[in-house]
C-alpha cells in the first residue's frame, strides 16, 4: 500500500518548480552573482545527492530553503575562516541568527501557506508571490503596472492580516525587533488552519 504523500517528482521536475525562488532567496543573502551561480549549483547537487531522503511532497519546499540556508551559512563560515582580517561586514553574519531558530523557522514554514491561502485572493497572491516565491516587490509592482509604494503598502496590509490569522489560531511569542522566535497553539482555538 502506497502513501498519497510520498514523494514523486523527479529532480528535473523539483528544480524546474523551485530553481527561481531558490535564486531569489539566494540573492537577498547574497550581493555577488557569481557566488549565486556557485551557491545555486550546489544546492543543486546536494538536491541530486539527498532528494530521495524526502518522503513526503508537502515538504519538499521547506526542505529546499533549509537546505539552501544551510549552504549559505557554510559559505558565509568558510568566508570569515577564509578572510580572518575581519573584512566581513557585521551584516554578513547574519547567519549566526539563523542556527539558533532553524528548526522552529522550518516548522513554521510549513504552517504558513495554508494560513496564506485563507487570506482573501488579492492579499494571498501578492503574500504567495513575496514571502514563498521570493520575488521582490520591486518586481511585482513592474509585473502588476503599480507603484513601488503601492505594492508595499499592500504588501505590509496583507502581512497584518496574516498576523491576525495566526493570533486566532497561536500565541506568538516575538524578540525585541518583532521576529517570530515561538508559536503555541491557544487552548481553546477555533480554525482549521494549521
Known amino acids: 500500500m502506497t502513501n498519497a504523500n510520498t514523494f514523486s517528482l523527479s529532480l528535473e521536475q523539483v528544480w524546474a518548480k523551485y530553481q527561481q525562488a531558490l535564486k531569489a532567496f539566494l540573492y537577498s543573502k547574497v550581493s555577488q552573482p557569481d557566488d549565486v551561480d556557485d551557491l545555486l549549483q550546489e544546492i543543486l547537487l546536494k538536491t541530486y545527492q539527498n532528494l530521495e531522503t524526502v518522503k513526503d511532497s508537502d515538504s519538499i519546499k521547506a526542505w529546499l530553503f533549509q537546505l539552501a540556508n544551510r549552504t549559505i551559512i557554510d559559505f558565509y563560515r568558510k568566508r570569515a575562516r577564509d578572510q580572518r582580517d575581519s573584512s566581513i561586514d557585521a551584516e554578513e553574519l547574519w547567519f549566526a541568527e539563523l542556527d539558533q531558530n532553524t528548526e ?39 509585473s502588476q503596472n503599480k507603484s513601488y509604494s503601492t505594492i508595499k503598502s499592500q504588501v505590509q496590509r496583507s502581512r497584518e492580516e496574516l498576523k491576525k490569522l495566526f493570533e486566532e489560531c497561536c500565541h506568538l511569542s516575538l524578540d525585541k525587533n518583532g521576529s517570530v522566535i515561538d508559536c503555541d497553539l491557544k487552548p481553546d482555538r477555533s480554525c482549521d488552519s494549521c
Open 104 to 142: 522552529f523557522k522550518q516548522q513554521l514554514a510549513q504552517c504558513i501557506e495554508p494560513f496564506i491561502q485563507a487570506l482573501p485572493e488579492k492579499n494571498a497572491s501578492l503574500l504567495l508571490a513575496v514571502d514563498i516565491e521570493g520575488q521582490s516587490q520591486k518586481e511585482l509592482a513592474l
